[in-house]
Antibody, heavy 123, light 107 residues
Framework: EVQLVESGGGLVQPGGSLRLSCAAS????????MTWVRQAPGKGLVWVSR????????TYADTVMGRFTISRDNAKNTLYLQMNSLSPEDTAVYYC????????????????WGQGTLVTVSS | SFVLAQPPSVSVAPGQTARITCGGN??????VHWYQQKPGQAPVLVVF???DRPSGFPERFSGSNFGNTATLTISRVEAGDEADYYC??????????FGGGTKLTVL
């Protein structure tokens, strides 16, 4: 069974940093692209970033480019999101999700999601 | 970037058919995916590649995508189908775009 468990969320002051983790199990982690999606309280889903299987290719939404860094440790089956220069607008539940193996991977859906971790940016 | 327009809410009586639309410029040229999110839970993929269902998911859920509108159709709606539904595509730049979400209310 595919399992994704996020951790690392919490309260952080504006301008601060936080690193989220997503522990994966139940599948061959290194074979899958992974992604982060966030959801502000009471709002819709917003894509944040994606990374390929070996960590060599990454893509970011414009709103986080230059502030967030996605990475992975395939030996630990763990996905990360380093978040710097946080602002109140970054307050959200952050979900990690798996991308199934597709010929054209950028068109793929997200077929398994973690339960999310809440990040609150406030003074 | 690509903009996907969903109605904020759709209401339907049990046993009836719910249709949730997702509008976008020539969205028919994109692969559309749909997610169901119940309160306090993570999203769940319900339809992918316009009209395919994940294994084990009810046949009551189906999708279509033509021209400027993709549609998620839920037949024989049940109380347990009440949730927020999101459409999603990947735009020409390779960025992922979600619709604003539609709250399905079962009357």
């Amino acid at each position: 069974e595919v399992q994704l468990v996020e951790s690392g969320g919490g309260l952080v002051q504006p301008g601060g940093s936080l690193r989220l983790s997503c522990a994966a199990s139940g599948f061959n982690f290194s074979k899958h692209w992974m992604t982060w999606v966030r959801q502000a309280p009471g709002k819709g889903l917003v894509w944040v970033s994606r990374i390929d299987g070996d960590g060599s290719r990454t893509t970011y939404a414009d709103t986080v480019m230059g502030r967030f860094t996605i990475s992975r440790d395939n030996a630990k089956n763990t996905l990360y999101l380093q978040m710097n220069s946080l602002s109140p607008e970054d307050t959200a539940v952050y979900y990690c999700a798996r991308v199934p193996q597709y010929i054209v991977v950028v068109t793929a859906p997200f077929d398994s999601w973690g339960q999310g971790t809440l990040v609150t940016v406030s003074s | 970037s690509f903009v996907l327009a969903q109605p904020p809410s759709v209401s339907v009586a049990p046993g009836q058919t719910a249709r949730i639309t997702c509008g976008g410029n020539n969205i028919g040229n994109n692969w559309v995916h749909w997610y169901q999110q119940k309160p306090g839970q993570a999203p769940v993929l319900v339809v992918f590649d316009n009209s395919d269902r994940p294994s084990g998911f009810p046949e009551r859920f189906s999708g279509s995508n033509f021209g400027n509108t993709a549609t998620l159709t839920i037949s024989r709606v049940e109380a347990g189908d009440e949730a927020d539904y999101y459409c999603q595509v990947c735009d020409i730049n390779g960025d992922v775009v979600f619709g604003g979400g539609t709250k399905l209310t079962v009357l």
